[in-house]
């Protein structure tokens, strides 16, 4: 699946993260989502807001028309950043979720869950790389694939989660499937995007 010629397109472009993740406020996207059954979910992008002093994006997800969450994005240069869920109380360290840098690229964190002095610690590694053009939504475009492999905590309790997101350019996330595995419980997510509404102009 490796796409040499597809990176150096990549490259040629001077490609970067917002190529990949793009959030333009307004825009909302519509997933389908598979755990024991099929629901649908949609992420709506916010206008920017100020995190204790960083320019942030909140993305907004509901389900069945209710929010059950709320994440706001940092997007610079090559990487997207997980700046945190509550604006009140950002992450101490921005996790990085993905990472443009032509062909192939890999990154490491280690930091803690939250602000607080009982806060669980985390370890990531990511991967990214580019897969052949494929037909998303009846437009052709070139795929980011980031696989991201996850600790949190410790001892039988510890959460381990897998994720490999394919990513379309200038659409966004368009599959992800994530594998969590905590003791001897294992589960399955797969999430897979079925329709993007554009931000209405002037709106």
């Known amino acids: 699946m490796l796409a040499t010629l597809i990176a150096a397109t990549l490259i040629a472009d001077n490609a970067t993260a917002n190529d990949y993740f793009p959030l333009v406020a307004g ?3 519509t997933y389908e989502e598979k755990v024991d059954n099929i ?3 949609v992420d709506e992008v916010g ?29 610079d240069g090559s990487t997207v950043w997980i700046i945190g869920s509550n604006p009140e109380h950002p992450l101490p360290k921005p996790i990085p979720i993905v990472q443009v840098n ?12 939250d602000d607080t002095k ?3 610690s985390i370890s990531m590694t990511g991967q990214s ?4 053009p494929r037909d998303v939504l009846g437009k052709k475009v070139s795929i980011l694939e980031v696989k991201l ?19 379309g350019k200038g659409i966004g996330l368009i599959q992800l499937t994530s594998k ?24």
């Open 47 to 75: 206008a920017p807001v100020d995190v204790k002093g960083v320019a942030a994006i909140p993305v907004v997800t509901t389900e069945a028309g209710r929010a059950i969450s709320k994440t706001y994005y940092k997007v």
């Open 118 to 120: 009982l806060a669980e």
């Open 180 to 203: 969590t595995t905590v003791g001897k419980h294992k589960a399955t997510n797969e999430l897979k995007l079925i329709q993007v509404e554009e931000a209405k102009a002037g709106g």
């Open 129 to 132: 790389r580019m897969l052949p």
């Open 149 to 167: 492999i996850t600790a949190m905590g410790g001892g039988r309790a510890q959460e381990r989660s897998e994720q490999t997101a394919l990513y």
């Open 27 to 29: 825009t909302r996207r």
């Open 102 to 113: 032509g062909e192939k690229t890999s990154w490491s964190y280690d930091g803690p869950t």
């Open 39 to 41: 629901s649908t979910s």
